[in-house]
């Protein structure tokens, strides 16, 4: 579990990129921080690490201060992946993936051999272990950066707007790729996006952060969808617009779902249509 305990961040210069953020991040869960460019998404997640140190208050982890933890080896126990995969351009594949392990003083042998491991956990074919990251493509390169994450094998990890800066369709499988490797690895994961779609696809959890990265609202997807906490909320994540705003229609050859846009998104099935009122449901007896 991650905590935050009245942090505020104020950078030389005076930009309050943070101002008495609380929160409570459960371990084994994915948690979207999501919000507009500029609410403090990036600043947060680092003060878990420490690339950034808060102005005032505490991030703990387990309940203990991170500010008391050696930044470096707090650094090292923490996989971060960033939007640009943050690779070394003049090491391999391998060796990228292997850094960690190796600044932590694993031998060169074993730290290859769990890297070669590592690219296959992330999806990766082993040939691509020699090459640079130059030879890669842009979605190679992320699934670099995230078996680099996880080399040190983290319980928590770090996401950055990691799959920022590739196609939607690249992006799509990374996604699909995140939620497989959280079911296998149940890690505590805190991703930052500015995507309201990828923040409901991947979140357990998901922070609403305005200026300041002042909490607009915390919860489940579905307590954000059925209960957006106000106009600003609703208006973020599009709540009368196209397929958040579904409807059932009945057609002359079934039952249908509508978007807001009265585009049909799909059929319901008798199984899974809600029971019209003064039936029971199941139906046995
Ligand atoms: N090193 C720094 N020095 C000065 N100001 C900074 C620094 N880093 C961030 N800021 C400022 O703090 C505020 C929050 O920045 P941050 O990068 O955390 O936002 P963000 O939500 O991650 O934005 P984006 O989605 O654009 O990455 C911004 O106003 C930014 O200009």
């Not at 505020?8 to 943070?18: L, Q, Y």
């Not at 190679?140 to 994450?149: C, E, F, I, L, S």
């Not at 995140?178 to 991703?191: A, W």
């Given at each position: 579990m991650i905590e935050f305990r009245s942090v505020s961040k104020t950078f030389?210069?005076?930009?309050?990129?943070?101002?008495?953020f609380s929160l409570v991040i459960p371990a084994r869960r994915i948690t979207v921080l999501v919000g507009s460019s500029g609410s403090g998404k990036t600043t947060l997640l680092r003060m878990i690490n420490r690339m950034v140190e808060p102005t005032s208050g505490t991030v703990e982890i387990d309940g203990a201060?991170?500010?008391?933890?050696d930044p470096v080896t707090l650094r090292r126990s923490i996989g971060y992946v960033m939007q640009n995969s943050g690779l070394m351009p003049h090491f391999t594949v391998l060796d990228n993936v292997a850094t960690v392990l190796r600044l932590n003083g694993t031998s060169r042998r074993d730290a290859h051999a769990r890297a070669r491991e590592l690219l296959g956990t992330v999806g990766?074919?082993?040939?691509?272990?020699?090459?640079?990251?130059?030879?890669?493509?842009g979605g190679q390169q992320q699934r670099v950066g995230v078996a680099r994450g996880l080399a040190a094998d983290p319980n928590i990890l770090l996401m950055d707007e990691p799959f920022g800066a590739v196609d939607p369709i690249v992006r799509t499988e990374l996604q699909r790729e995140l939620l497989r490797l959280q079911r296998e690895l149940d890690k505590t994961v805190v991703f930052v996006t500015h995507d309201i779609d990828e923040a409901f696809l991947l979140g357990d959890r998901i922070v609403i952060l305005g200026a300041g990265a002042r909490i607009v609202q915390e919860g489940t997807p579905e307590e954000i969808l059925t209960a957006p906490a106000n106009d600003f909320v609703a208006a973020f994540i599009g709540a009368d617009r196209g397929k958040r705003a579904l409807r059932v229609e009945q057609r002359a050859h079934g039952t249908v779902v509508v978007d807001a846009d009265g585009r049909v998104q799909g059929t319901l099935s008798p199984e899974s249509a809600p029971a019209s009122p003064g039936t029971t449901a199941g139906g046995m007896d």
């Amino acid at each position: 579990m991650i905590e935050f305990r009245s942090v505020s961040k104020t950078f030389p210069g005076g930009a309050r990129a943070v101002e008495e953020f609380s929160l409570v991040i459960p371990a084994r869960r994915i948690t979207v921080l999501v919000g507009s460019s500029g609410s403090g998404k990036t600043t947060l997640l680092r003060m878990i690490n420490r690339m950034v140190e808060p102005t005032s208050g505490t991030v703990e982890i387990d309940g203990a201060s991170v500010l008391e933890r050696d930044p470096v080896t707090l650094r090292r126990s923490i996989g971060y992946v960033m939007q640009n995969s943050g690779l070394m351009p003049h090491f391999t594949v391998l060796d990228n993936v292997a850094t960690v392990l190796r600044l932590n003083g694993t031998s060169r042998r074993d730290a290859h051999a769990r890297a070669r491991e590592l690219l296959g956990t992330v999806g990766l074919d082993q040939s691509l272990a020699e090459r640079y990251p130059s030879q890669l493509s842009g979605g190679q390169q992320q699934r670099v950066g995230v078996a680099r994450g996880l080399a040190a094998d983290p319980n928590i990890l770090l996401m950055d707007e990691p799959f920022g800066a590739v196609d939607p369709i690249v992006r799509t499988e990374l996604q699909r790729e995140l939620l497989r490797l959280q079911r296998e690895l149940d890690k505590t994961v805190v991703f930052v996006t500015h995507d309201i779609d990828e923040a409901f696809l991947l979140g357990d959890r998901i922070v609403i952060l305005g200026a300041g990265a002042r909490i607009v609202q915390e919860g489940t997807p579905e307590e954000i969808l059925t209960a957006p906490a106000n106009d600003f909320v609703a208006a973020f994540i599009g709540a009368d617009r196209g397929k958040r705003a579904l409807r059932v229609e009945q057609r002359a050859h079934g039952t249908v779902v509508v978007d807001a846009d009265g585009r049909v998104q799909g059929t319901l099935s008798p199984e899974s249509a809600p029971a019209s009122p003064g039936t029971t449901a199941g139906g046995m007896d």
